[in-house]
């Protein structure tokens, strides 16, 4: 399973960015993608993410900027009114079963 993360980069406060992910291996037809982050000097946290199934699920933080939204196994992060407390580097993520795969990560910067 691999896991290619793209769309990171500077953006101004109230800015927009999108961010993607495409999953490619094998893996069971059942699992969820999504997207964690993690600031400097923090943990990592949940973003959002997408089941296959449907379901969609927002951090409390994000739920009225951020979109999610997924085609097969390609999921788009689609942010908007960006904050400086959005700077981390984001992580696409696949859980499937009992195993997780993480992503490289893509450093997103919102400072003017």
């Known amino acids: 399973v691999q896991l290619q993360a793209s769309g990171g980069g500077l953006v101004q406060p109230g800015g927009s960015l999108r961010l993607s992910c495409v999953v490619s291996?094998?893996?069971?037809?059942?699992?969820?993608i999504g997207w964690y982050r993690q600031a400097p000097g923090k943990e990592r946290e949940l973003v959002a993410t997408?089941?296959?199934?449907?379901n969609i699920r927002y951090a409390d933080s994000i739920k009225d900027r951020f979109n999610i939204s997924r085609a097969q196994n390609t999921v788009i992060l689609q942010m908007s009114s960006l904050e400086p407390e959005d700077t981390a580097v984001y992580y696409c993520?696949?859980?499937?079963?009992?195993?997780?795969?993480w992503g490289q990560g893509t450093l997103v910067t919102v400072s003017s």
């Open positions: 291996g094998s893996f069971f037809r059942i699992n969820v």
């Open positions: 993520n696949l859980r499937v079963l009992r195993n997780s795969f």
């Open positions: 997408a089941a296959s199934g449907g």
